[in-house]
T-cell receptor
Framework: GAVVSQHPSRVICKSGTSVKIECRSL??????MFWYRQFPKKSLMLMAT?????????EQGVEKDKFLINHASLTLSTLTVTSAHPEDSSFYIC?????????????FGPGTRLTVL | AQKITQTQPGMFVQEKEAVTLDCTYD???????LFWYKQPSSGEMIFLIY??????QNATEGRYSLNFQKARKSANLVISASQLGDSAMYFC?????????????FGQGTRLTINP
């Protein structure tokens, strides 16, 4: 399967700070990037979809000014949680998608576990 | 409305037995895809199997097979000869349409526990 990396894998921060999560597709070019969030014992919920070079499209209820997404290149996307609060503590997972074909595939990064104190 | 429904929050199975994890879906699209993922305690999402809406044969991948019943809109995952390492969360997901972003929508998940 495709190789997707996320950094950091785990982060603990104080309330009010900003946290940047990087997602890299190491062996293919991702024209589309999906960012998901998973609360404990819950399913994955899509936060936003971004296309390389374009503004992200956010799902209903997700604050675009709080969760900043940058997809400036075909191999790197970043999610910045601004002014994080304890309720933002969650597991964040990226899912890059190639532009051509691969309709029957969708790979995910290993995830970033964010804990806000 | 829930697009993907997994009605079994938890399943307990004896090692070496077969297990079926249920998944039903709701879509008005003719073209769609169904996925199953395994999520161990580490959190990584491991792709298991895919079924396209136009595929006439049920998908199989090693010990995994997908029981696709289109008219009933169900896509159950069957794991044969279960192993202790199969203990994990399992998610069913659907991708709709053949154009656009084609995001995946996930079900609630089923926690599978394999007992020795």
């Amino acid at each position: 399967g495709a190789v997707v990396s996320q950094h950091p894998s785990r982060v603990i921060c104080k309330s009010g700070t900003s946290v940047k999560i990087e997602c890299r597709s190491l062996d293919f070019q991702a024209t589309t990037m999906f960012w998901y969030r998973q609360f404990p014992k819950k399913s994955l919920m899509l936060m936003a979809t971004s296309n390389e070079g374009s503004k992200a499209t956010y799902e209903q209820g997700v604050e675009k000014d709080k969760f900043l997404i940058n997809h400036a290149s075909l191999t790197l996307s970043t999610l910045t949680v601004t002014s994080a609060h304890p309720e933002d503590s969650s597991f964040y997972i990226c899912s890059p998608k190639p532009g051509q074909g691969s309709y029957n595939e969708q790979f995910f990064g290993p995830g970033t576990r964010l804990t806000v104190l | 409305a829930q697009k993907i429904t997994q009605t079994q929050p938890g399943m307990f199975v004896q090692e070496k037995e077969a297990v079926t994890l249920d998944c039903t879906y709701d879509t008005s699209d003719q073209s769609y895809g169904l996925f199953w993922y395994k999520q161990p305690s580490s959190g990584e999402m491991i792709f298991l199997i895919y079924q396209g809406s136009y595929d006439e044969q049920n998908a199989t991948e090693g010990r995994y097979s997908l029981n696709f019943q289109k008219a009933r809109k169900s896509a159950n995952l069957v794991i044969s000869a279960s192993q202790l390492g199969d203990s994990a969360m399992y998610f069913c997901a659907m991708r709709e349409g053949s154009r656009g972003a084609q995001k995946l929508v996930f079900g609630q998940g089923t926690r599978l526990t394999i007992n020795p």
